[in-house]
Every structure is written in C-alpha cells, then in structure tokens.
C-alpha cells in the first residue's frame, strides 16, 4: 500500500536493536550445524512456536540459549549483515546497536571475537547499503557490578569503536543505582550512556538512570508515563525514548497493540522514536513496528516523519550528521 511505501521510504535510525536478538531461527539453525552445537528444536516451526512470551523473563532464557550457537567471528558477522540487509530494507540508514558481551564471554567466546565479527558485519553494511552504525555494550543486570567492571576493561583495547555502553537483562530486582559505579567510569572514558528502564521496573528505576546513572538516551521508558512529573520532565528534557512496540505485545507489558501509548507519549511531548529491540523474536523489524503502530493508533504521516525525525536527533550521531539526516 501507498503507507507502507511511505514508511518505507522514510530514512530512519533505529536505536533500539539487540544484535542477538536479530538472530533468526534458520540461521540459529544453519549456525548450529556449522558449529556442531545442540539447540533443543528440530525445526525452525518448532523454534517459532517457543516464541510464546508472557514477560521479560520467559524471554530474555530463549534469547540466551538461542546464543548459544554464536561461536566464531564469522557467525557474529552473518548475523550482524543479515540484521542490517533487512534494516537496509525498511530505510534504516543509521543504527546503534546493542550487543552482550558477557552472554558470550561467559561461554568462553573471547569479547575480541565478539568484537571483530561484528565490525566486519558493519562495513560490510556501510559499503553495501551505505547504513552507518555504531556499537553500544550492555552490561547484563542480573550479573554483578563486578562483572560489569571485568566487562568494561575487557573493551578497553576497543573504546575507540565503542560508542556507549547500556544496561539490559532482567530489570525488576536489578534497579540502575547498582551500576552507579561502573556507569560512572564508563563516563570518564568518554562513553555514552543509555539504560533500559520503566519498561518491567517502576518509575523510580527511570528517575535512577536519569539521576544515578546520567543517562543520555532511555531505552523504553514506558512506565514513565505513570509519573506525571517525570513524564513532564523527560518531555522538557528532550530525552529520547527509544520504543518497542512489537516487544511491548509480545512480552505483555500492554495488553495488545491497540492500547499502544504511542500516541500519547508524542502528545505529552516526548522525543519517542520506534525501534524493533528483539525483531528475530518479536515478529517485526523496524518497519513492521511503524505499520503496526501506525495502524493501531491512527498515526498519520505527519507523525510518522515526527518518530523518524527524533531518530536521528535522538542518535549519537554528531550535529551536522544529523543535520545532514534532515
Ligand atoms: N529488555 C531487557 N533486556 C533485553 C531486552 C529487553 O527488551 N532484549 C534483549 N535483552
Ligand atoms: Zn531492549
């Protein structure tokens, strides 16, 4: 249809994008042969019907043992290209993305694999579509502040490719004030800041990562808009929420598409951009997210170009990159 060419057609960044999480089931399958690892499925309509969520949690242990198959630089490049020729596709020109390091270190994948596969996938990218990106590490939650410091200096050789660091993982328990430390040394060394927040955890887990952690960008965000004080806050702020709606559906933190807050996080002024966070797992990349949300809550193009906009005024790109956007 004529809107979905429009959506399409709509240069964008996304902001919001676990690279593991772009992992489909054909290649978990073709990844598992080539490296000789068990996964507990005999067929990718097995592995969809897994895709079944009712939080976070039942999630986030398909999403680690999907990993599992992660092995060589290689395979960390396929998926990182095959993330990025279907971004190209929906006009996604920029992306910053997320990557979990302990997930692999843990396994005993050296965080240089990790590394290395990944910024071949993104060359790959920028000179096949053009489509810039950057990399931010997320430190796991559920796991210690000194595991996140054992993290930190393991990407010390890598700073200089690394744009930010984030903080994803089981957020209820695991509030942002226990990263305070290690965020704040992630600062010194010139990092950027983002933190998943508000999007199991309360209000208060938001207004921690804005003032514990200082953060620059909010990863979700949702529950903000309970606080109306905070919510007026971020709107003054300018902060950017990067938000998942498909994500938002299919791990039932709202009830269906059709009760989607997208609308009214732009009425009450937030910079809200739309981001697919897990597409491999949730049933959409970036531009099924505009569609579904677009239809669901009556967005017209107007506010389409708006969540397209603070995209790149949202992204870490610099000032006249963004200008250059548009
Ligand atoms: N939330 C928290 N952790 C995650 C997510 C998410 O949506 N996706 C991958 N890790
Ligand atoms: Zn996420």
């Given at each position: 249809?004529?809107?979905?060419?429009?959506?399409?057609?709509l240069?964008?960044?996304?902001?919001?994008?676990?690279?593991?999480?772009?992992?489909?089931?054909?290649?978990?399958?073709?990844?598992?042969?080539?490296?000789?690892?068990?996964?507990?499925?005999?067929?990718?309509?097995?592995?969809?019907?897994?895709y079944?969520?009712?939080?976070?949690?039942?999630?986030?242990?398909?999403?680690?043992?999907?990993?599992?198959?992660?092995?060589?630089?290689?395979?960390?490049?396929?998926?990182?290209?095959?993330?990025?020729?279907?971004?190209?596709?929906?006009?996604?020109?920029?992306?910053e993305?997320?990557?979990?390091?302990?997930?692999?270190?843990?396994?005993?994948?050296?965080?240089?694999?990790?590394?290395?596969?990944?910024?071949?996938?993104?060359?790959?990218?920028?000179?096949?579509?053009?489509?810039?990106?950057?990399?931010?590490?997320?430190f796991?939650?559920?796991?210690?502040?000194?595991?996140a410091?054992?993290?930190?200096?393991?990407?010390?050789?890598?700073l200089?490719?690394?744009?930010?660091?984030?903080?994803?993982s089981?957020?209820?328990?695991?509030?942002?004030?226990?990263?305070?430390?290690?965020?704040?040394?992630?600062?010194?060394?010139?990092?950027?800041?983002?933190?998943?927040?508000?999007?199991?955890?309360?209000?208060?887990?938001?207004?921690?990562?804005?003032?514990?952690?200082?953060?620059?960008?909010?990863?979700?965000?949702?529950?903000?808009?309970?606080?109306?004080?905070?919510?007026?806050?971020?709107?003054?702020?300018?902060?950017?929420?990067?938000?998942?709606?498909?994500?938002?559906?299919?791990?039932?933190?709202?009830?269906?598409?059709?009760?989607?807050?997208?609308?009214?996080?732009?009425?009450?002024?937030?910079?809200?951009?739309?981001?697919?966070?897990?597409?491999?797992?949730?049933?959409?990349?970036?531009?099924?997210?505009?569609?579904?949300?677009?239809?669901?809550?009556?967005?017209?193009?107007p506010?389409?170009?708006?969540?397209?906009?603070?995209?790149?005024?949202?992204?870490?790109?610099?000032?006249?990159?963004?200008?250059?956007?548009?």
């Amino acid at each position: 249809t004529d809107f979905a060419t429009f959506i399409t057609g709509l240069p964008k960044a996304e902001l919001h994008l676990h690279i593991e999480g772009s992992l489909e089931p054909e290649l978990m399958f073709a990844l598992a042969a080539r490296n000789d690892v068990a996964i507990p499925f005999k067929t990718v309509d097995e592995v969809r019907a897994a895709y079944s969520f009712s939080n976070l949690q039942d999630f986030l242990d398909i999403y680690y043992a999907g990993a599992s198959v992660l092995i060589t630089e290689a395979d960390f490049r396929d998926m990182a290209i095959a993330y990025f020729d279907r971004a190209a596709a929906d006009g996604v020109v920029h992306a910053e993305i997320f990557f979990d390091p302990q997930t692999h270190t843990d396994r005993g994948i050296a965080f240089d694999t990790v590394m290395r596969g990944l910024l071949a996938g993104m060359a790959e990218a920028e000179a096949k579509h053009g489509l810039t990106s950057k990399l931010i590490l997320c430190f796991l939650r559920h796991l210690s502040e000194e595991a996140a410091f054992e993290t930190l200096a393991m990407a010390e050789p890598w700073l200089d490719r690394i744009t930010g660091v984030g903080l994803d993982s089981s957020e209820v328990g695991h509030p942002p004030e226990k990263f305070a430390r290690v965020f704040a040394a992630a600062r010194a060394k010139g990092l950027k800041l983002v933190a998943h927040a508000g999007e199991e955890g309360p209000p208060a887990y938001v207004l921690q990562a804005l003032d514990i952690l200082g953060i620059d960008r909010l990863d979700h965000g949702n529950r903000s808009l309970e606080d109306p004080v905070l919510t007026a806050r971020l709107a003054r702020t300018g902060m950017t929420l990067t938000v998942c709606p498909l994500s938002n559906v299919k791990l039932c933190n709202v009830a269906s598409i059709d009760e989607h807050p997208i609308d009214r996080m732009l009425r009450e002024g937030l910079r809200a951009t739309i981001n697919s966070d897990d597409p491999a797992y949730f049933g959409g990349y970036i531009g099924e997210n505009y569609r579904a949300a677009a239809i669901a809550r009556g967005l017209g193009k107007p506010e389409l170009a708006t969540l397209a906009r603070n995209s790149f005024l949202g992204s870490f790109l610099s000032d006249d990159e963004v200008a250059a956007h548009l």
